[in-house]
């Protein structure tokens, strides 16, 4: 049983709620064709509630127009409504004295109008919204039972509820795009495209919680592990490739996980994100745990692969964090840590690669290299764990240990030939004057952290 104000205990069930989900006087809303006209009685005492009704009266709308009233102001207005083909009005099933009267007057000169209750159910008999455990997603839920009580299909529920994602919203704003001269596209991309960086930016304080959980456990021999479907799926796999050789790690140290498996990184694989099972037999399959970090990506947030694979990571102990493109997203009911980046909607609507995916995208560099700065894989803003795989980064090395010491080109030639090409090790023989081996056993005492292998061996304060 649920109280006022608390949050369930047992796992948030949106079907379960859909099911109970309204109380509805009198002939149901023309669901979803035709337009409809709907009072919404704002209330401010509860956000929950609030943000609830209002969802459900843009549900309800249908394309006609939702005209939101404070409890506390006139109803003339939305009174001289009454000549659209349809009037529901949405209010709280416990309204306060003052709500009440504004109700009681728009149903007295409204006779015929529909009612909609949404509120909070204490013991209560009839059906309501439970919104305690999360107002955007109790309102899908409410959606959800609307479709069903008008007969409406899975299809029907699926449309109306991502009618309400940022990411699917179509912006007037780009409704010429495809008439612009080539100047002025590319402009108008370039300048929307700041919005990703601004999105990330305002999820700042969930994206350094989520580095440092993730450091953690790495530091006790956890993994980070990305999951995704699509193209959050590839940005994934490709942060994780890169970790490697930018920072010298094992490559079972991040991994990335794509729905479909890796044909999936070149070509869409059919309904491959819409299975949940899926999502979760790939964490069992990785042998997750305690230590480890999954990482689901969905610019929805409501990817079913994604939400199965955070559920199993959580069973299993691990820290489960959700990234997601619209706020309140599904996902992250179903996540230790939410990041919600909303970057949309697109210059070219429901395209999530392109602001959605750059948001995505700067989330993971700031996780995955965050963490590798946390465990002492980059010293200052150098990469002084990068693999000397090529002629261009055997000349990066150099460079990294000409500025790391300020010594010349032929002492860090020297350094490195006798640190077979490490260039951790190659500054600490500069800096400290030690033999390779001395200085090896040095960062092996330090767990590769150079700054105190360079303290240890008198090389450098530790907090210089």
């Given at each position: 049983m649920r109280s006022r104000g608390s949050v369930a205990e047992e796992p948030f069930d949106a079907d379960g709620i859909a099911d109970r989900a309204l109380r509805v006087d009198g002939s149901f809303p023309p669901l979803p064709d035709a337009p409809t006209t709907v009072i919404d009685l704002r209330r401010a005492s509860s956000l929950a509630v609030d943000s609830a009704a209002s969802h459900v009266a843009e549900a309800l709308a249908a394309g006609g127009e939702v005209v939101r009233l404070d409890a506390e102001g006139a109803a003339d207005a939305e009174i001289a409504a009454a000549g659209a083909p349809s009037i529901v009005l949405v209010d709280r099933l416990d309204p306060d004295a003052a709500q009440r009267t504004v109700q009681e007057r728009i149903r007295a000169e409204l006779p015929g109008i529909v009612t909609v209750n949404v509120g909070l159910a204490v013991d209560a008999a009839e059906p309501v919204i439970t919104a305690s455990a999360a107002s955007l997603?109790?309102?899908?839920?409410?959606?959800r039972a609307l479709l069903r009580g008008a007969g409406g299909s899975d299809h029907d529920e699926l449309r109306s509820t991502l009618a309400t994602f940022a990411t699917e919203r179509v912006d007037p704003r780009f409704a010429e795009l495809d008439r612009l001269d080539t100047r002025d596209q590319v402009r108008l991309m370039a300048e929307h495209g700041h919005r990703a960086v601004d999105a990330v930016a305002e999820a700042?304080?969930?994206i350094a919680r989520a580095v440092d959980g993730i450091v953690e456990r790495m530091r006790q021999g956890g993994r980070?592990?990305?999951?995704g479907a699509g193209s959050p799926g590839r940005i994934g796999v490709l942060d994780a490739s890169e970790i490697p050789p930018t920072f010298g790690a094992d490559p079972g140290l991040v991994v990335g996980v794509i729905a479909g498996g890796d044909r999936a990184l070149r070509a869409a694989v059919e309904n491959a994100e819409d299975d949940a099972e899926a999502g979760a037999a790939e964490l069992a399959e990785l042998e997750v745990g305690p230590l480890d970090s999954v990482v689901g990506i969905s610019a929805s947030g409501r990817t079913p692969y994604v939400i199965g694979a955070l559920r199993e990571a959580r069973a299993r102990g691990a820290l489960a964090i959700g990234v997601a493109g619209n706020r309140s997203a599904q996902l992250s009911a179903d996540a230790d840590i939410a990041i919600e980046a909303e970057a949309a909607p697109e210059i070219?609507?429901?395209?999530?690669?392109?602001?959605?995916?750059?948001?995505?995208k700067l989330v993971l560099n700031m996780l995955s290299t965050l963490a590798m700065v946390k465990l002492g894989k980059v010293y200052g803003n150098l990469m002084v764990d990068v693999q000397s795989t090529n002629e261009k980064l055997r000349a990066r090395a150099e460079r990294i240990v000409i500025t790391a010491t300020g010594c010349t080109a032929e002492t860090a030639a020297r350094a490195l030939a006798a640190a077979d090409g490490s260039v951790k090790l190659a500054i600490g023989i500069v800096m400290t004057g030690s033999d390779a081996e001395a200085m090896r056993r040095a960062l092996q005492a330090a767990h590769g952290d150079l700054r105190t292998a360079l303290a240890a061996a008198g090389g450098e304060d530790a907090g210089a």
């Open positions: 997603l109790s309102a899908r839920a409410a959606r700042s304080e969930s980070l592990i990305y999951l070219v609507a429901g395209s999530t690669r392109l602001n959605s995916g750059t948001a995505q």
